[in-house]
């Protein structure tokens, strides 16, 4: 077979994947659907635990605290009403354990209200603020100003796709300037119907404006999720 014919077919697999990609891409829903709207755990089968890894960094332990590594676990213990699951779900382990939670008929994700939760607290911890406006604002961020996109998410060891959601809540907020520079933190969750529970991993960066500011990075990865891209 001719040169041609080769460069043909390499030139129309190019032109497939991006159609694909660009398909894909058209169908992303709205990030408050796929966050708040989407039975992320519906179809775990009862007696399934998701272990999730939380990570803390900060730049500066004297300032910020010394940071870690903990595990997060949420286990399906059964079947609840029609399309609803009873979990369990036991946040950290050791001396920073909370009493575990035991929740009835879900089909959305706890661990999402999990990590909303911190990202509002530790971003009170460095910035400031009354924690209902924090909270406010950020709900207002998800609604109105959220961007997803497409993704590839490394799961097991297969390319699965998938979507991040992003957004930085309080970089156009009216009391900005009462937030000591860490208004420009970006908050960002990746996440795919082909990974159990939807969530693959979930990033708070609590960077500030002034360089010399200490920073904060906090990651929460379900085990078996490797590289976003």
């Known amino acids: 077979m001719s040169k041609k014919f080769f460069r043909n077919a390499g030139l129309a697999a190019v032109a497939a994947a991006s159609l694909s990609a660009a398909a894909y891409a058209a169908d992303a ?6 966050l ?39 286990k399906v213990e059964s079947d609840g009403e029609p399309g609803k699951k009873n979990v369990r779900l036991e946040l950290y382990t050791g001396d920073r354990a909370r009493e575990p939670q035991e929740i009835t008929n879900m089909d ?39 961007k997803i996109t497409p993704v590839k998410i490394d799961y097991k060891g297969q390319s699965v796709d ?16 009462k937030m000591n520079g860490y208004e420009v933190s970006t908050f960002s969750i990746a996440l795919s119907d ?4 939807y969530f693959a991993k979930m990033a708070s960066e609590y960077t500030n404006s002034d360089k010399n500011a200490p920073t904060l990075e906090e990651t929460t990865t379900l085990v078996g999720v490797g590289d976003v891209k």
């Open 36 to 74: 708040f709207e989407t039975p992320h755990i519906k179809s775990v089968p009862a007696g399934t635990d998701l272990v999730y890894k939380f990570e803390r960094k900060p730049s500066n332990p004297k300032l910020l605290g010394d940071g870690y590594s903990d595990d997060i676990k949420l």
């Open 194 to 197: 082909k990974i159990p529970g």
């Open 108 to 146: 959305g994700n706890p661990l999402l209200i999990v990590y909303l939760d911190n990202a509002v607290a530790h971003f009170r911890m460095l910035a400031g603020g009354d924690p209902s406006y924090l909270k406010g604002a950020f709900k207002k961020g998800l609604a109105d100003d959220a």
């Open 162 to 177: 998938g979507f991040r959601v992003s957004l930085a809540p309080y970089a156009n907020d009216p009391a900005k300037s």
């Open 29 to 34: 829903p709205k990030p408050a659907d796929i």
